[in-house]
Structures are given as structure tokens and as C-alpha cells.
T-cell receptor
Framework: DAGVTQSPTHLIKTRGQQVTLRCSPK?????VSWYQQALGQGPQFIFQ???????QRGNFPDRFSGHQFPNYSSELNVNALLLGDSALYLC????????????????FGPGTRLTVL | GEDVEQSLFLSVREGDSSVINCTYT??????LYWYKQEPGAGLQLLTY?????DMKQDQRLTVLLNKKDKHLSLRIADTQTGDSAIYFC????????????FGTGTLLAVQP
């Protein structure tokens, strides 16, 4: 099992451009969450996808959008890039099972390092 | 609101115990987690504790939870140089709403 994979590893863009980041979840997982980790900070929740729908969203502008495909893989799109979007973008996958308070471990990928110039 | 705070830096000698502390404001967190992040890497789950527990031990790791004070700690016994990394505490509600709220991270430096 390859675990959670993300592509690309690194990416350099200029302000105003658009970017797409990709994530393949761990085998057997159906839920993908995206986090942004700015330098020297903890990860911040962007949004979560389950059954191809956005289920939860953190405090991020509409420039951040996503998609989940039938095979559970996911994309994160960021439009009109700003310098402040430079960060490590982490994808995490889990399997939603059990009741409202059930334990669902999230497995993190290695991340995509986005630099906006 | 949701806020998780950690001290920024901890330095210990190899073989000593390390204690990393965390305070959180969201009392609705059902699970509290400790993650490890090595340079250039993603997050590795070390351990977690259910909110109705006070303590959990897992080999060299001991987690203590004081729910009244909203204080969480991670003790690493016999700290090794390979333990040098950034440690994040995080809270989550479990189930379908399992978004994680992370702290700012504590850099643990282990001196040989």
C-alpha cells in the first residue's frame, strides 16, 4: 500500500496564476481533507470531500476549490494566487465509519510545497 | 473559538525525558492527537487520546489530559536523536466531522 500520495512535490507559480494539486488517498479510504501549512505554523483545515461533495470548509476564500473523483482521489485548485498562498499543502485521507464520535485516523501525504513569486 | 497553543521550542539531552505541552480552547474535541513532522515530510500520527481518558501510555510515549484545564502533554521517555522533529497537538471531534485543529508546533531538539 503506497499510502497517501500527492503530486507534484514542489511547484513554483507567479502571482495571479492558477494551480492544481493532486492527492490519491490510502487504499480503502473514502474521505480526503486538505490542509495548508504556512512556514512555521501548524496545518490549517481547508476543506473535506466525501462522496464527491465538499462536506466541511475551513476559513478559506472561494479562490480555494476542490474536487473528488469517483475513485476517491482529489484535487485542490487555487485561483488568482497571492504571495501568501505559499505553503506546504497537505492531503489527508480517512475512512468514515462508525457513529458521530467514532475514531477515524487521518493519514497524511508528504505534501506539495507551493511557492508563489 | 478554536485555538491550540504550544511552546515553540524544547531542547533536551539524549536519554532524558521530554515533555511537550499543549493547551486548547475547544472543549468539544472528542479526540486529541500528537503528530510528528520531520523536515520535508508530512505528518505522522504518534498517538491519540479519547477525551474521557486521563492518561494513555504507548511504549515510550505517555499522554496526559487534564480536561478541566484543557491541557494536554506528551512525555517521551529515553529521548533519542531520532526524536528530533516538530511535534503538533491537534483536536478533533471524530466521526464524520473529523477536521483537525492543530497547534503551532513545538520544535524538539535532542542533543547527543
Amino acid at each position: 500500500d503506497a499510502g497517501v500520495t500527492q503530486s507534484p512535490t514542489h511547484l513554483i507559480k507567479t502571482r495571479g496564476q492558477q494551480v492544481t494539486l493532486r492527492c490519491s488517498p490510502k487504499s480503502g479510504h473514502d474521505t480526503v481533507s486538505w490542509y495548508q501549512q504556512a512556514l512555521g505554523q501548524g496545518p490549517q483545515f481547508i476543506f473535506q470531500y466525501y462522496e464527491e461533495e465538499e462536506r466541511q470548509r475551513g476559513n478559506f476564500p472561494d479562490r480555494f476549490s476542490g474536487h473528488q473523483f469517483p475513485n476517491y482521489s482529489s484535487e485542490l485548485n487555487v485561483n488568482a494566487l497571492l504571495l501568501g498562498d505559499s505553503a506546504l499543502y497537505l492531503c489527508a485521507s480517512s475512512h468514515l465509519a462508525g457513529g458521530p464520535s467514532s475514531y477515524n485516523e487521518q493519514f497524511f501525504g508528504p505534501g506539495t510545497r507551493l511557492t508563489v513569486l | 473559538g478554536e485555538d491550540v497553543e504550544q511552546s515553540l521550542f524544547l531542547s533536551v539531552r539524549e536519554g532524558d525525558s521530554s515533555v511537550i505541552n499543549c493547551t486548547y480552547t475547544d472543549s468539544s474535541s472528542t479526540y486529541l492527537y500528537w503528530y510528528k513532522q520531520e523536515p520535508g515530510a508530512g505528518l505522522q500520527l504518534l498517538t491519540y487520546i479519547f477525551s474521557n481518558m486521563d492518561m494513555k501510555q504507548d511504549q515510550r510515549l505517555t499522554v496526559l489530559l487534564n480536561k478541566k484545564d484543557k491541557h494536554l502533554s506528551l512525555r517521551i521517555a529515553d529521548t533519542q536523536t531520532g526524536d528530533s522533529a516538530i511535534y503538533f497537538c491537534a483536536g478533533g471531534r471524530g466521526g464524520a466531522t473529523n477536521k483537525l485543529i492543530f497547534g503551532t508546533g513545538t520544535l524538539l531538539a535532542v542533543q547527543p
